[in-house]
């Protein structure tokens, strides 16, 4: 399942006061990645109205069901999950919707005063916006743009595990995008910075949504060009290189993710064509 071309009944929107009904969905997240789930879904507004939650951003509708945003307030004694395992248990649309809810949460608690005043902030009435109160600012969600590559030689690709990686998975090179770089210089720095190799032959193979909490992952192919591996500690824990063919041994990203589709598309085309 890949959630970057996958078309769902998920559809986005915005209403500045909304009062939540009894069939809405309501998504909880909080500053861990976890959102509160009640038999295994999410929850319905009428399983959760008791517990005065803080909120109640409408942000847009799965069918007839509004998509509603609240705040942990702490008080919950219901079930919570990991986001990023929800990807096989939740249908495509709700995991959709609860990976925006959890990019919207963030954005919503850390955005409560405006950054050139101080003055509070309020949500536009015609877009998914906050505008200052005192001076007008407004300020609209924050994206950062990451580059993620998978760098192949022949029937060997890249992996690498992160040092603080949550899953121990064997993934690709990631970064952020530095203010001046464009899409490719950054993933040819964070190739040489984090493994000591270049690279060439940067091609852009699709983007994803990523929202832990607000990143947006541009995936490219690249080929190894030259230079011996040498392993930034600072971010990875380890990095080899890997056949297409011993995959079956390495712990690889979870299948939502546009890492995996990059290994899995490679693997395909390689052995297509040899």
């Avoid at 925006?100 to 950054?115: E, I, M, S, V």
């Amino acid at each position: 399942m890949h959630l970057f071309n996958q078309k769902t009944s998920f559809t986005f929107a915005h209403h500045k006061a909304y009062q939540a009904q009894e069939n809405d969905l309501i998504f909880v997240t909080n500053n861990s990645g976890e959102i509160y789930l009640i038999d295994n879904t999410i929850p319905r507004y009428h399983e959760l109205h008791q517990h005065n939650l803080e909120g109640g951003y409408y942000f847009g509708s799965i069918n007839d069901a509004a998509c509603v945003i609240y705040f942990d307030n702490h008080q919950l004694d219901i079930a919570k999950c990991r986001i990023r395992e929800l990807g096989d248990v939740l249908p495509v649309e709700l995991f959709q919707a609860t990976l925006l809810a959890n990019h919207l949460t963030y954005w919503l608690k850390t955005h409560r005063y405006c950054g050139r005043c101080g003055g509070e902030h309020e949500l536009r009435n015609h877009e998914f916006a906050l505008q200052c109160t005192r001076c007008a600012l407004v300020a609209y969600p924050k994206i950062s743009p990451c580059v993620i590559g998978l760098i192949h030689h022949g029937d060997k690709i890249l992996l690498a595990k992160g040092k603080n990686s949550p899953t121990g998975a064997y993934s690709c090179i990631a970064g952020f995008v530095n203010p001046g770089e464009n899409l490719e210089t950054a993933m040819a720095r964070e190739a040489m910075e984090e493994t000591g190799l270049t690279i060439g032959n940067i091609r852009y193979f699709a983007s994803q949504h990523w929202p832990f909490p607000n990143s947006l992952m541009m995936g490219f192919y690249a080929e190894y060009v030259s230079g011996d591996l040498v392993i930034d500690y600072n971010e990875l824990a380890d990095a080899q290189w890997y056949s297409i063919y011993e995959l079956d041994q390495v712990k690889l990203p979870a299948e939502i993710s546009i890492a995996r589709s990059l290994i899995e598309n490679y693997k395909t085309l390689y052995t297509q064509s040899n």
